[in-house]
């Protein structure tokens, strides 16, 4: 390592992404450094620091949690040598693995909540599962302990206690990377009233909070390190969208015992567990705020330009999708009767705007219909060129929706839908 001083033990690189160092090897975690991504949407804030080719030079093996665009981006990968060895969980679908084989790197999949030393290196791993059962992309947290400190990290992965119980029981935790802010195209992409979505912001906000406290008190590390949120919207009309984001200068407020740091792009724990920082850090909400509306400033003209090349979505897409919901209920025959009685709807955005609906009520020939239903249980608003993304498999749902792109109207959730949507991420 020559961009670090001999003693670093832990470098920040930007949301999710930090580097581990050790015997002079280094092991980084899920890189995405390349802006941006959610169908043009989500940026890094802070802004990075490093360069992807120096990053790429000075690895010598990756860890990806899942498969989620800011963990897993094939752009910033493009840079790596594939001689690095990516370490991942090992899930039962290997559409994952799958796709980082695809862009020629070595996988190695690793049994989870079982000790794993990653050859050639000092590093030994544990990855342990989410129990988050409907999650769409899988995910997994990682402990890696070397012969001088051991880290955890599990970026937004959501564990339950025995999870935390089983890493504090197997080992001494020095410094825990821990989620502390909710990430959700829900409520700010749902229709309803401004003081209902504030609420519910709020809630997501607090259960957020106390994850990272309750997380931070099972494991009792020399340091708590609020993770995994260095993003913001910043296209012009979408900089309300920020309002989601807790800050981590208050998750480290909260901790009742033992202690907290807020890193920023190119900060470092030293050996002696001392942070050295090198990032900016914003003293309030307000002066955060200010900072992201600078930057978006400067990058609107850029952004719009982004969005305005988008390819349109030419054609009516009515057909199209139906095709593809019907080769998800095939994989998922199970979720074709969950679905029985629901209608969900569309307006899709185009020269010409197109409204249809699926009434799964109906036989299955018969399911899709044009205009507008009576009823529904659900209607979404897409721009066309991302209902064609999608639909063309660039890129995912729950990418899709996350983008804070599209308009959801919802009179019942229908989970079965949002279910079969995410199913494609189950595929062999």
């Given at each position: 390592?020559?961009?670090?001083?001999?003693?670093?033990?832990?470098?920040?690189?930007?949301?999710?992404?930090?580097?581990?160092?050790?015997?002079?090897?280094?092991?980084?975690?899920?890189?995405?450094?390349?802006?941006?991504?959610?169908?043009?949407?989500?940026?890094?804030?802070?802004?990075?620091?490093?360069?992807?080719?120096?990053?790429?030079?000075?690895?010598?093996?990756?860890?990806?949690?899942?498969?989620?665009?800011?963990?897993?981006?094939?752009?910033?990968?493009?840079?790596?040598?594939?001689?690095?060895?990516?370490?991942?969980?090992?899930?039962?679908?290997?559409?994952?693995?799958?796709?980082?084989?695809?862009?020629?790197?070595?996988v190695l999949e690793v049994p989870f909540q079982t000790p794993f030393q990653v050859p050639g290196t000092?590093?030994?791993?544990?990855?342990?599962?989410?129990?988050?059962?409907?999650?769409?992309?899988?995910?997994?947290?990682?402990?890696?302990?070397?012969?001088?400190?051991?880290?955890?990290?599990?970026?937004?992965?959501?564990?339950?206690?025995?999870?935390?119980?089983?890493?504090?029981?197997?080992?001494?935790?020095?410094?825990?990377?821990?989620?502390?802010?909710?990430?959700?195209?829900?409520?700010?992409?749902?229709?309803?009233?401004?003081?209902?979505?504030?609420?519910?912001?709020?809630?997501?906000?607090?259960?957020?909070?106390?994850?990272?406290?309750?997380?931070?008190?099972?494991?009792?590390?020399r340091l708590a390190v609020p993770f995994a949120m260095g993003i913001r919207f910043l296209h012009p009309d979408m900089l309300r969208m920020n309002r989601m984001f807790n800050r981590p200068e208050e998750a480290v407020a909260r901790l009742s015992e033992g202690s907290g740091a807020v890193l920023g792009p190119g900060d470092r724990i030293s050996a002696d567990g001392g942070v050295q920082r090198i990032s900016t850090r914003y003293a309030s909400r307000t002066e955060e705020d200010a900072a992201v509306a600078t930057l978006s400033d400067q990058k609107s003209e850029w952004i719009r330009a982004l969005w305005q090349a988008e390819p349109r979505g030419g054609g009516e897409l009515a057909p199209s999708f139906h095709d593809h919901v019907r080769e998800l209920l095939k994989r998922r025959p199970a979720l074709a009767g969950a679905l029985r009685d629901h209608v969900i709807a569309f307006e899709i955005e185009n020269d010409n705007n197109e409204y249809f609906y699926l009434d799964f009520g109906r036989e299955a020939a018969d399911i899709l219909q044009t205009g507008k239903p009576r009823d529904f249980d659900m209607r979404f608003r897409y721009p066309a060129a991302l209902l064609k993304q999608g639909l063309e498999g660039t890129t995912d749902w729950d990418e899709l929706h996350f983008s804070c792109r599209v308009l959801i109207e919802q009179r019942r959730f229908c989970e079965p839908w949002m279910a079969l949507l995410r199913s494609e991420f189950h595929a062999e």
């Open positions: 390592m020559t961009t670090v001083p001999a003693d670093t033990r832990i470098e920040m690189i930007g949301h999710a992404s930090l580097r581990a160092l050790a015997g002079g090897k280094a092991l980084l975690t899920d890189p995405w450094y390349r802006d941006p991504i959610s169908c043009n949407t989500v940026f890094h804030f802070p802004p990075l620091r490093h360069e992807v080719e120096e990053l790429a030079a000075e690895t010598d093996v990756i860890y990806i949690s899942h498969i989620h665009p800011d963990h897993f981006d094939p752009a910033t990968l493009a840079s790596f040598p594939r001689q690095i060895p990516v370490v991942i969980g090992k899930f039962g679908a290997k559409l994952f693995r799958n796709a980082i084989q695809a862009l020629g790197f070595t000092p590093f030994e791993i544990a990855i342990l599962e989410s129990d988050y059962g409907a999650a769409a992309a899988f995910d997994s947290s990682i402990v890696v302990r070397t012969p001088d400190y051991t880290l955890f990290n599990n970026n937004d992965c959501f564990l339950k206690p025995d999870k935390y119980a089983w890493v504090a029981k197997n080992y001494d935790v020095d410094f825990a990377f821990l989620g502390f802010s909710p990430a959700s195209y829900f409520p700010v992409c749902f229709q309803m009233p401004e003081a209902e979505r504030e609420e519910l912001l709020h809630q997501a906000s607090e259960r957020k909070y106390r994850d990272f406290t309750d997380a931070a008190a099972a494991l009792g590390p």
